[in-house]
């Protein structure tokens, strides 16, 4: 998981919430050029939220290609998922693109990558990105051993990435989605 060197997306699935949290660090071989990048945004109508590590270009054309798969299969992430991995992973064009995505709606948290991946997480935690060890550890741990929020859970494994990870920084963008 620590193959795309310069962020940290997690994302956590409790009870009718998930939470998709990314840092804002952009580095460019050992310097950090920007401090305030989102690398977590929704699409398809703010109904899904995607986090991106890796390759910038490569996880717009990732995110603009899963959109198109959602539009095609009415939203149905699972569909639009693996028909994205089967599609990134078989096409000589798409194979090239160097990035992994986490993709959540209301119901469904799956990483998503190109080797034709797409994972679902097994207690609702999964992360991505330079600082995913970090982050993914300290979020279980919480997850398992305490009454917190999802959020407040996010926010301090997200600070204990950005601690640890010196491709991660504390600039946090976090979005979540509530099922109705």
């Given at each position: 998981?620590?193959?795309?060197?310069?962020?940290t997306?997690?994302s956590?699935?409790?009870?009718n919430?998930v939470?998709?949290?990314?840092?804002?660090?952009?580095?460019?071989?050992?310097?950090?050029?920007k401090?305030?990048?989102?690398?977590?945004?929704?699409?398809?109508?703010?109904?899904?939220?995607?986090?991106?590590?890796?390759?910038?270009?490569d996880?717009?054309?990732?995110?603009?290609?899963?959109?198109?798969?959602?539009?095609?299969?009415?939203?149905?992430?699972?569909?639009?998922?693996?028909?994205?991995?089967?599609?990134?992973?078989?096409?000589?064009?798409?194979?090239?693109?160097?990035?992994?995505?986490?993709?959540?709606?209301?119901?469904?948290t799956?990483?998503?990558?190109g080797?034709?991946?797409?994972?679902e997480?097994?207690?609702?935690?999964?992360?991505?990105?330079?600082?995913?060890?970090?982050a993914?550890?300290?979020?279980?741990?919480?997850?398992?051993?305490?009454?917190?929020?999802?959020?407040?859970?996010?926010?301090?494994?997200?600070?204990?990435?950005?601690?640890?990870?010196?491709?991660?920084?504390?600039?946090?963008?976090?979005?979540?989605?509530?099922?109705?």
């Amino acid at each position: 998981m620590d193959k795309f060197k310069g962020t940290t997306i997690l994302s956590i699935r409790k009870d009718n919430k998930v939470v998709v949290a990314g840092d804002g660090q952009v580095t460019l071989g050992n310097s950090a050029i920007k401090k305030t990048a989102r690398k977590v945004r929704r699409i398809y109508n703010d109904k899904i939220i995607v986090g991106f590590a890796g390759a910038t270009a490569d996880a717009f054309t990732l995110t603009e290609r899963l959109e198109g798969k959602l539009e095609q299969y009415s939203g149905n992430l699972t569909r639009a998922s693996v028909e994205l991995a089967r599609e990134w992973r078989t096409d000589k064009y798409l194979r090239q693109l160097e990035a992994m995505m986490i993709a959540a709606d209301d119901s469904n948290t799956y990483l998503i990558s190109g080797t034709g991946d797409v994972i679902e997480p097994d207690e609702g935690v999964i992360s991505i990105g330079s600082g995913s060890i970090s982050a993914q550890s300290a979020a279980l741990a919480l997850f398992r051993n305490t009454k917190m929020d999802i959020e407040d859970i996010v926010l301090s494994a997200m600070e204990i990435a950005a601690e640890t990870c010196i491709y991660t920084n504390s600039n946090f963008t976090i979005e979540k989605i509530e099922k109705k």
